[in-house]
C-alpha cells in the first residue's frame, strides 16, 4: 500500500540519457523512467561501469545507481541527454508497446470540436475516424497493426508528442498524463 501520491509515482527502471561528472568524486547519470516517463538525476556508482541508452534499475532494493538526486526539466538535461531523449523515448515505447497501443484504443476527445488523437503528428481529422471507426471493430493489438490498418506509423508520431510534453511546448498534455493514468493501475 502507497501512503501518498508521490510514492506512487516512483519509477522502478530508467534509461540512462547521460553520464558526467560534478566536483571531484560526484558522477551522475540523467535518466527518463519507463513507466511515468519523468526525467531524473542518480548518483552512480563508479565501480560500475553504465552506458548511454542502457536500461537500469532504479527503483527500491539492490541497485547499481547509488541513491535518487532530484527530478529534474528538460532544460536541466545535458545536450547529450537531450541528443539520446527521442532514443530512450522509442526504447520506452518498444518495451511497453501494449500500454501505447491501448492510447489508440481508449483515447478520446478533448473537446467537441477536437480530439485527442488529432495531438500526435501527421494524425488529422480524417485519420482519427479511421482509427475510432477500426477500434470500434476491432481493438488494435500491436504498432504493426494500427500501420497496417490505419496507415500511419505510430512510433514517430508518440515519440514525437512525447518529446513535445517533455520540453513543455505542448498545450495539450494527454501522453504523460496517460503514462501516469495507465502506471497507476499497474
Known amino acids: 500500500m502507497y501512503r501518498d501520491k508521490k510514492e506512487r509515482e516512483w519509477e522502478d527502471y530508467a534509461i540512462l540519457l547521460d553520464i558526467y561528472k560534478k566536483g571531484r568524486d560526484l558522477i551522475v547519470g540523467q535518466v527518463i523512467g519507463e513507466r511515468y516517463l519523468k ?9 560500475v561501469d553504465f552506458r548511454e541508452l542502457e536500461r537500469v534499475f532504479v527503483g527500491h532494493g539492490k541497485r547499481k545507481v547509488k541513491r535518487f538526486l532530484r527530478n529534474i526539466s528538460y532544460d536541466q538535461l545535458t545536450e547529450n541527454a537531450k541528443k539520446n531523449l527521442p532514443k530512450a523515448i522509442e526504447k520506452i515505447l518498444l518495451m511497453d508497446e501494449e500500454k501505447w497501443v491501448e492510447f489508440f484504443n481508449k483515447a478520446g476527445p478533448i473537446s467537441h470540436r477536437g480530439h485527442s488523437l488529432e495531438l500526435l503528428p501527421t494524425i488529422g481529422k480524417k485519420k482519427v475516424l479511421s482509427i475510432i471507426e477500426e477500434r470500434e471493430e476491432n481493438p488494435f493489438e500491436s504498432y504493426e497493426d ?25 498545450q495539450h498534455v494527454i501522453l504523460l498524463t496517460w503514462a501516469k493514468k495507465y502506471g497507476s493501475l499497474i
Open 39 to 47: 526525467l531524473m538525476e542518480f548518483q552512480l556508482d563508479p565501480e
Open 146 to 170: 494500427i500501420q497496417k490498418r490505419i496507415g500511419i506509423d505510430p512510433l514517430p508520431a508518440l515519440r514525437d508528442k512525447i518529446l513535445e510534453e517533455i520540453r513543455g511546448d505542448a
